[in-house]
């Protein structure tokens, strides 16, 4: 009768045991993947910010004003004088 309650008991106790360390290991888990999130939130609203500055910058650098003032001022470039011709152009098949 000893025996079967000491078994019971030790039965229970590890039980317990092993429910405690699985509901500590699931909050070490949950709390580290809180953290992971909030460091990818954080990373992903610097991506959003890059991306929208480099879209300024691309709008910026890409205006036609600009490059026809480097085309003229670094290039020595100027629209031509007298129209393009026209060249007839063949096509085969």
């Known amino acids: ?9 030790v039965l229970l106790f590890t039980i317990s045991v092993m429910g405690m360390l699985g509901y500590v290991w ?3 888990t949950v ?19 890059q991306n929208r500055r ?4 691309i709008a910026h ?3 036609a004003s600009r490059i026809k003032k480097i085309a003229s001022e670094k290039l020595g470039m100027f629209p ?4 393009p011709e026209e060249l007839p152009v063949e096509l085969r098949e």
């Open 54 to 57: 480099l879209g300024t910058q």
């Open 80 to 83: 031509p004088v007298t129209p």
């Open 1 to 9: 009768m000893k025996r079967q309650t000491f078994i019971r008991f």
């Open 31 to 49: 709390t580290n993947l809180k953290k992971r999130i909030d460091t990818l939130y954080l990373h992903k609203q610097k991506v959003i910010e």
């Open 61 to 63: 650098l890409s205006s």
């Open 26 to 28: 699931e909050q070490v």
